[in-house]
């Protein structure tokens, strides 16, 4: 299993926005759009094996986290406006308890951040911060079940990175230059399916576009 975190540090965990102000208003829920598209499309499919989390991290006492499954989820379109829309549905969802409430299939959201979410990932897989200072991603071979973190447009901040630092997140990099984390999810996929060959559902067969 592969698995995606990002940590929005702008995005609106109300979802109280329009669909046609993602960049903005919505506090750049385009930006976790596009890493959601890169995590799970290939051409003409869909991985199986990706499970993305959306952690929206603005407001210390409204945070919340979108999880995405790529074995469950059904009409998921490569497209930002659709794939905001279904993060939408996910944070309006009311629940009565802060752990993973199901909204659709393959999609559940829960009331809590990156400390909690990385709790309930405890022991599912090695954790792996892309960081332009880590090992390069040449020489790294990928564990079996890794579990990437990436930051939005705004860096990880001091506590995060000590939080990661301190349950041992392997750091990794994809050369000194900053790309945006759409394109740092395309590069991991490319150098972990040279490992590891993704597990992927036909669109057609899943209604996909
Ligand atoms: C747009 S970048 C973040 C830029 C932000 N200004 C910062 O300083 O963190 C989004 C994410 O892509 C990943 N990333 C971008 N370039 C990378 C690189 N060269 N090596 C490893 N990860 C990278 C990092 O995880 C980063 O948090």
Redesign the pocket.
Known sequence: MRRFITVSHTGDSSGNWTLNDLAAGAGRVDLLCRNIQSAFFLSHGLREDVEFYAVFAASPVRQKTVRIQGSAIQMLHPDERSTAARLQQALVASWSVPDWKDVQKGLSVAAFGLEELLADLKGKGTLV????K?EPVESWTPPVDPIF????????TKAEYAQLDGIGAQR??????????N??IAIIQWQVDKHQAPVSADARSRKLA
């Open positions: 911060l892309l960081d332009p880590g973190l990436l930051s939005d447009h705004v860096p990880f990794v990099s994809l050369g000194p230059h900053w790309y945006h984390g394109h740092a």
